[in-house]
Structure formats: structure tokens, C-alpha cells
């Protein structure tokens, strides 16, 4: 029996089908191991030792590879063929070593393109040992991601409250949006005119546009007025024309090379509307493997690659499908052969394409939705390299006037051959950048030179200069693979933490720096500018190649990273938050304290017009302040404007009868809030306060409702058994009532002014008898998807507390956020639901549950109330 080990469960399930009954195969469910969230897990004083660690799924899934393997004649790592899965098959064979049940057995590194019976089979017959090159890559951009990562980000936490992480790359490509964002706010818009007209040489009218007058050239700001405009036209009324000149050209346009990971990831997100996430989502099924007339198979080549060169067999067939579809006049002379030309481009990989051109997207029209438009994108931008270039005529007329003084251009262009058109055109660049795009402009009449020439409709157009656009998911991978920073295998985790990390908000399809993310960025650019530098991260990224290549050692490259990283780290200790908010304040001033346009300070206090704005921290986050707090407290939020806060400013809605204090509306940081009097300036005593429930229009609250919040908590009455008062008032989790040391939530917020003893009785009982909120009526599904394929259940799609999640038997298993539940279908609730198993933590048994005795418990929980609590590590995320 031979034993192959590969990541995913339907990446096994594929593979077992062609292999047959002498295999067995297993899936490790990605990596077995990873460094524990916690200090320590990379020494550098130990010659960079890691701490390895797996959690229960991982646990339970080695015990079964294990068990396989110890039954085994041969063990074969059959993980992904690039770095990542280079270190699942070392952490594999590490973790076999440990356990001791290899003994002599072979163990074989095999790695497969495309998961095909022949490509499967082929690998199997000609394996290899583990590239420790390419493990020695990985070990270091692991530790050095781990490293910047878990020790930035606690100096974050200490200087920057309530901001969340920092990453190696997170931070750079959170550098590059908030970069753009400045540029946008800083752009002062510029106006220019153009004119255009309609000429006639007698053979029909068409379009031209001013390029000349006085004689001169137009730039682009030669006219900048109306009256520029207006000048310009009657130049062109008043003046006779003729043709001076007609050329035409033939062109070519070849078509663009197949995808790699980035570049299939910008087009899924210009065409189809993808995130990258959803990108590589959909490609991961395609490769991994489809059933089709009852045999599953792998419908692209791995996903994952930075080569754009195809494999000569692939080239070859991909032409007999263009012959057979198209016609002879379609297939080039000789076949296209494309080679990257990106320096660090990964291990030599193919490019990404179908495993079988034949393989027409209209055959698997029975694909989900998205796995059929990202198949269709692939196997047409694969077949487009290999079909004839699409040849144009392009023509440019010159006009000009008898004084040669005016001169008007017509261009245009026409498709004399469509070529690889027919098949495919690269879409728009979000930038407005029109390269790919051939489709034909005006088509313009035949004239002959010196024709006299009719000019009217003469029409001055006014423009004005644009600002650079927002990054779409499109343009910031693009913009990053030009940095060369990251691996567009990362890059779809990269835009999830910052979005995870509410540094970046969206607005459409592009991405606006949230006020955390430009703090944090200045912050990085002020006291770490070197770990955030492009230029710096791509050098990382260059000698990490290296290493892979055998060129570097990773150990010492690592050892002068952290000399100077630590150096600087260690140099923050002694900074004060004073300095760094004086540093925050002279970087993000323009945004912060936006000029008022009446020559003032944009600092100064609106309140007390004698302190200064500043950035300030809470542990909730930045907001802004004045200096002379607390004898001035004016507060505003980060990216509220002057007039928002005084809209929403302290306003006076009576006086209590009873202590003949003011009741106010006043806002805070948390929100608006109704307070009762000021503080006694001889005890400090703070008055009563009351938040605003959500919900409640802050704009129409009134005395009235004002005093029922401050009059919180509200008596009920007595309780019928033992007379002590039942109340009702609004906490942390809502509205509730209260009976001793029970709570019960209430569906809403009027409730707890209009709630009587018997159905507050009767809701403190329940409550009492069902303390989980167990026996509620069964919650309708969204979405009924059908029966579980291998137990006959049914499969639903419910709304939960924290989101939409699909459900079989007692198995719930979150829907992630890019897929809307409407869209779910029965076979991603499957994949889901079996994720979902294979995480689960192992059941305790009864004879574990046994273990203490009822009066130990009781101590126990006592000693644990007298003991401090111990602080929790924060978890940083790393890249």
C-alpha cells in the first residue's frame, strides 16, 4: 500500500480516482503546523528557532496520516507545486520523522501542473526529494513576517491605542492607498477647452479637433478661459480650409499573454466584478477538480503561478483548437512562446490555462456560476495567445487653412481582420488606460488631398483635469506586482486584513483609507519609514528569491534584519505619546485641521478660541481635542468637520423640577448622551448621565424623553414571591428587566418604560427556565437547498446573530462574507459543512466530565473569583 498526502479533501478525492485500490489517499487540510500567536515563537538568540504548533483539527488529521502510514510500503507528498506547498510536504515529513513511523519506508516528493490522470500518474513515475531551497524560503519569510508582525504591533498598542496590527506588506500596500488618497485631496482641479467641428471635403461629413492656431501647436493648456474658447472658434469660422494631408497605415495588435495570478486576478476584477478572494476562491475548484459525467477532473493548471510561458504540448493542441474552430487564416505561422519577464518570477511555473482546450466553456454550463465565468475568462484569454494578431488601418486627416494659421485632425481606425479579437479583448484598465482595446473608432471617408474643405459647428468644449482615481482590488494588484512587493498569492489575504482591520473602507469597487489607516501609516512613515519603503519590501522580496534559489542563507540573512529592526524597535521605548501625536499632527494636518478658508488657524479651538486641536488617543481610537482639557472640552471625531460637530453640539432641553438642574444633550466620543447638571467643582462629582439608545432620532429628543433615560433604572414592582423590586433598564446588551441577580432581555427599548409586573414576571420566569434561550421556535430558513448527498438531511441557509451561515443536522458552518445567501448552492453548503466538521474540536466523554467532585468545583470557582485575571496576548496578524 502506498500512502499519498495532499492538502485538500477533494484535491484527494481526484487523485484517488485515477491512482486506484494500491493508493491511499489522505488530505492534510493545508498546513499541519503553524508558529503559535504568542511571544517566543521565533528565538533569535537561538539561531532563529521556531516553535511549531498544531491545533485540534490538524491533530486529529496527522493521527489518521499516521495510522495511514504506518500501514505503509511508500509515502508519497503530493502538496501543491510552488513554496507553500513545498513547506506543507516538509512539515509532513518532519512530523513523521518525530512520531517515528517512517523506519525505512521511501518517502517521495512529487509534484503535479495540473491535476489530469496523465499529469498525476506521470509525477508519481518520476518523484523527487524535498527542495530544501525552497523550504529554506519559506522558513525565512515565514519568521520574518512572524517577527515584524508580533513586534510592531504591540509598539501600535502602546502608542497608537485602538489601532489593531502591522504586517511586512499589510503596511506597504496600506501605504499605497492612503498615498493615493493625499495625492486626491491635494489635486487642485485645472480647466482647459478643446473645440471640435464637422468638416466636409464632398464625400460626407465627419469629426475633427483643433490641433493649431496662431500658427502654433495646442498643448494641452493652450486654451484655458472661455474666452480662449471663444477666440478659437470664430478662428475656425473666419478661415477657408483644404486638406493637407491623408495618411493611412496598416497596424497590428497582438494579443496579451495568459494569466498568471495577478493578472487573472485583475481581470476577473474589471470583467466579472470578483474580489481577489473570490478570485482565487472559484480557481481553487477549477484546479482542485469538477465531476463531469461522472468523473471528477481538473479543469485548469495550478492557480497560483507568476510564469506565462505554456507547456509545448499545450501549445500545440491549443492551435489545433483554434484551427478546428476558427479556420486556418486564425492559427499563426509559428506558435507564440511567452516568457516572463519579471526577475523573480516563481520556480518556473506554467501559466494558468485550461487542462483540456477542447474543453469548450458551453459544455460546463452546469458549473456554478462563478467557476463557469472564471473558466470562460481562462480558456478564452488561453486560446486568444495562440490565434493570428488582428490587423487595422489607421487613417489621420489633416485640415488645414489656406493661411496655414488653423488646423483641424480627424483620426480613425478600422478592423481589417479580427484575429484574436474574435475570441477575446482585455478589459478596461480601471485608470483609463485603453491598451487592448482595438474596436473600431470613426471610420472616416475617402478624401483627397487638397480637397477645399467645408468647417462648420464649430464647438468650444470646457474640461477640467481629474484627480488620480481610488485603487480598485484591480489596480492595487497591479500596482503592487509593479513594486514588486508581495506574492499575488497573498494578495488576496493582504486586502482582507486591512478591510478585517477597518483600515480601509469601500466605496463601490475602490478603496478609501479609514482615519485608523492613515494613523498608522503616518505613524509607520514617522518612527519605522524604512520597513515601510518600496523599495526596501521589494528588496526583501529579491532576496527571499535567492534564498529559494540556493543563493542566500537564511539564517543570516535573518540575523541582519533583526539586528537593525530590534535596534529601532527597542529605540521606541522610551518615546512618549506626546511626541508621537506632535508627529501625527505636522503628518496628517491637511486632513485633520482642514483650512477654514477665512485665513484663521486651523487649530485653534472653536470653543475657547485659546487652546490648540490635537490628535488625541483613547482606547478606543484617535478622535480630536483641545489642549486645555479639561477646562475646555470641546471633542470632535476623526473625519467629522467643524459644522458637523456644532450641529451636533450641547444643547439645553429643560430643567428638573425636582433638583432644579439643567438637563442637557451633549455629545461625547461614544455618542450623544443627556446629563443631568454639571460637576460640583469642589467634590469633582460627576452628574448623572444617560447614553441615547439606537434608534431614538437625537434630532426630536425632548425634556420628556430625556428624564425617563435618567430616571433609569425604573422601579417595576415587587416580586410576588419574595417581595424584593423587580426593575427595567437599559445596559451594555440592550434593554432588560432585573430580579436580584437575574437578568432578562426585552425586545425593545419602549419596553422598559412600559413593561408591567405580570409580564415581567413572566418573562424573569422564562428566562429562569430556559437560561440559553433554548425551546424558541425554529428560525425559517433563508434558503432551502436540498438533501446532503451523503446522509439525506436537509441542507438551509439561516440569518444568525453574526451573519448568514448554512446548517445540516448540527452543523453550522458561516457563509463567507463575499457570497451573498441567495447565491449559495448545495455544493458549496457540502464544502462548507465538511470545513466546518473538520474543524470541530474532539467531543470530551462522559468519564471525563466525571473527574471532580461537585464540592472541589465549588472551590474552585471560588479560588478562580479571588485570583487575578491574567491578560490576554493580543494576536497580531503578520503579512
Not at 503561478?305 to 493542441?317: F, H, L, N
Not at 493582504?494 to 485608523?516: C, H, N, W
Not at 535573518?558 to 499632527?585: C, K, P, Y
Not at 446573530?801 to 458561516?814: D, I, L, Q
Request: net charge neutral; aromatic share 8%; glycine share 6%.
Amino acid at each position: 500500500m502506498q500512502v499519498v498526502i495532499v492538502e485538500s479533501p477533494s484535491k484527494a478525492k481526484t487523485i484517488n480516482k485515477y491512482l486506484g485500490k494500491d493508493y491511499e489517499v489522505l488530505a492534510s487540510y493545508g498546513h499541519i503546523r503553524d508558529l503559535p500567536s504568542k511571544d517566543g515563537s521565533v528565538n533569535p538568540d537561538d539561531d532563529f528557532a521556531m516553535v511549531w504548533e498544531s491545533d485540534v483539527k490538524s491533530r486529529k488529521q496527522v493521527s489518521a496520516i499516521v495510522d495511514a502510514v504506518k500501514r505503509a510500503d511508500r509515502v508519497i507528498l503530493a502538496t501543491d507545486p510552488d513554496r507553500e506547498g513545498e513547506a506543507i510536504s516538509w512539515h509532513l515529513l518532519e512530523v513523521l520523522q518525530n512520531k517515528k513511523v517512517l523506519k525505512d519506508k521511501p518517502v517521495d516528493r512529487v509534484a503535479f501542473n495540473a491535476i489530469t490522470k496523465t499529469a498525476v500518474q506521470e509525477a508519481i513515475a518520476n518523484p523527487r526529494r524535498v527542495d530544501q531551497d525552497l523550504v529554506d524560503a519559506y522558513l525565512a519569510r515565514r519568521a520574518l513576517d512572524y517577527l515584524v508582525g508580533f513586534t510592531l504591533s504591540p509598539v501600535l498598542w502602546r502608542k497608537l491605542p485602538g489601532a489593531r496590527s502591522a504586517g511586512r506588506v499589510q503596511s506597504v500596500a496600506l501605504r499605497i492607498i492612503c498615498e493615493r488618497e493625499i495625492e486626491i485631496e491635494r489635486f487642485k482641479a485645472e480647466e482647459f477647452w478643446t473645440l471640435k467641428a464637422e468638416a466636409n471635403a464632398g464625400t460626407g461629413p465627419f469629426e475633427a479637433r483643433l490641433v493649431r492656431l496662431d500658427g502654433n501647436k495646442l498643448e494641452k493648456f493652450s486654451l484655458t478661459t472661455a474666452e480662449d474658447g471663444a477666440r478659437a472658434k470664430a478662428a475656425v469660422e473666419n478661415a477657408t480650409f483644404r486638406i493637407g494631408s491623408v495618411e493611412a497605415k496598416p497596424v497590428k495588435r497582438n494579443p496579451s499573454a495568459p494569466f498568471t495570478t495577478s493578472t487573472l486576478q485583475q481581470e476577473a476584477s474589471r470583467k466579472l466584478g470578483f474580489s481577489a478572494k473570490r478570485t482565487m476562491q472559484a480557481a481553487q475548484r477549477l484546479y482542485e477538480g469538477i465531476t463531469i459525467g461522472g468523473e471528477t477532473t481538473g479543469l485548469i493548471t495550478y492557480m497560483r503561478t507568476d510564469g506565462i510561458d505554456m507547456a509545448p504540448e499545450a501549445v500545440m493542441a491549443c492551435r489545433d483548437e483554434v484551427r478546428k474552430l476558427y479556420g486556418e487564416d486564425y492559427v499563426p505561422s509559428s506558435p507564440r512562446m511567452y516568457k516572463s519577464k519579471q526577475k523573480n518570477a516563481q520556480e518556473a511555473h506554467e501559466c494558468i490555462r485550461p487542462t483540456s482546450f477542447t474543453r469548450h466553456p458551453d459544455d460546463l454550463k452546469n458549473l456554478e456560476s462563478d467557476q463557469y465565468r472564471l473558466y470562460d475568462l481562462i480558456w478564452k484569454r488561453a486560446m486568444a495567445c495562440q490565434i493570428e494578431s488582428a490587423r487595422l488601418e489607421q487613417t489621420t486627416i489633416e485640415i488645414e487653412s489656406a493661411d496655414k494659421q488653423v488646423g483641424l485632425r480627424a483620426t480613425g481606425s478600422v478592423v481589417t481582420f479580427d484575429g484574436f479579437l474574435k475570441v477575446y479583448e482585455e478589459g478596461r484598465d480601471d485608470t483609463g488606460d485603453t491598451e487592448g482595446h482595438f474596436a473600431d473608432s470613426a471610420r472616416l471617408p475617402k478624401v483627397e488631398e487638397g480637397a477645399n474643405t467645408d468647417v462648420d459647428k464649430a464647438t468650444p468644449e470646457q474640461h477640467f483635469t481629474q484627480p488620480p482615481p481610488r485603487y480598485t482590488e484591480a489596480s492595487l494588484v497591479k500596482r503592487l506586482e509593479e513594486l514588486s512587493i508581495g506574492r499575488p498569492s497573498t494578495y488576496a489575504s493582504i486586502i482582507s486584513t486591512l478591510q478585517d482591520r477597518a483600515y480601509v473602507e469601500m466605496d463601490g469597487k475602490r478603496f478609501i483609507p479609514g482615519d485608523k489607516g492613515r494613523i498608522v501609516t503616518a505613524f509607520l512613515e514617522n518612527f519605522f519609514g524604512k520597513y515601510v519603503a518600496y523599495d526596501f519590501t521589494a528588496d526583501m522580496e529579491e532576496t527571499l528569491d535567492e534564498i529559494s534559489n540556493g543563493d542566500v542563507d537564511w539564517r543570516a540573512f535573518l540575523a541582519r534584519f533583526w539586528r537593525e529592526f530590534h535596534a529601532q524597535v527597542e529605540g521606541m521605548s522610551g518615546l512618549r505619546i506626546t511626541e508621537v501625536l506632535d508627529a501625527l499632527n505636522e503628518a496628517l494636518g491637511p486632513h485633520i485641521f482642514p483650512d477654514r478658508g477665512d485665513g484663521s488657524d486651523p487649530r485653534e479651538c472653536p470653543t475657547c478660541h485659546e487652546g490648540q486641536l490635537s490628535l488625541k488617543m483613547s482606547r478606543y481610537g484617535a478622535f480630536i481635542g483641545c489642549t486645555r482639557y479639561p477646562e475646555c472640552n470641546y471633542t470632535r471625531q476623526l473625519g467629522q468637520s467643524e459644522e458637523e460637530a456644532l450641529e451636533e453640539g450641547d444643547r439645553v432641553l429643560g430643567v428638573d423640577p425636582n433638583t432644579s438642574l439643567e438637563v442637557m444633550l451633549k455629545k461625547g466620543r461614544f455618542g450623544p448622551y443627556v446629563q443631568l447638571g454639571e460637576p460640583d467643582p469642589e467634590t469633582k462629582e460627576k452628574p448623572k448621565r444617560a447614553s441615547i439608545p439606537k434608534g431614538w432620532d437625537v434630532a426630536t429628543l425632548d425634556f420628556d424623553r430625556a428624564m425617563m433615560l435618567l430616571e433609569l433604572p425604573r422601579d417595576v414592582g415587587p416580586h410576588p414571591e419574595d417581595g424584593e423590586m423587580i426593575t427595567a433598564a437599559i445596559g451594555r446588551y440592550g434593554p432588560y428587566v432585573k430580579h436580584n441577580s437575574l437578568y432578562a432581555n426585552l425586545p425593545s427599548v419602549d419596553d422598559v418604560f412600559e413593561i408591567g409586573l405580570n409580564r415581567a414576571v413572566s418573562v424573569l420566569e422564562d428566562k429562569k427556565n430556559n437560561p440559553r434561550g433554548r425551546g424558541r421556535a425554529a428560525a425559517k430558513p433563508l434558503k432551502e437547498l436540498g438533501a446532503h448527498p451523503e446522509t439525506g438531511e436537509p441542507v438551509n441557509v439561516f440569518e444568525g446573530r453574526y451573519g448568514p451561515y448554512v446548517k445540516h443536522g448540527k452543523t453550522n458552518a458561516t457563509v463567507p462574507k463575499d457570497v451573498k445567501p441567495d447565491d449559495v448552492t448545495l455544493e458549496q453548503a457540502v464544502a462548507l459543512i465538511a470545513e466546518r466538521e473538520a474543524k470541530a474540536p474532539a467531543k470530551k466523554t462522559k468519564k471525563a466530565a466525571k473527574k471532580k467532585a461537585p464540592a472541589k468545583k465549588k472551590a474552585t470557582k471560588k479560588a478562580a473569583k479571588k485570583a487575578p485575571a491574567k491578560k490576554t496576548a493580543r494576536k497580531a496578524a503578520a503579512e
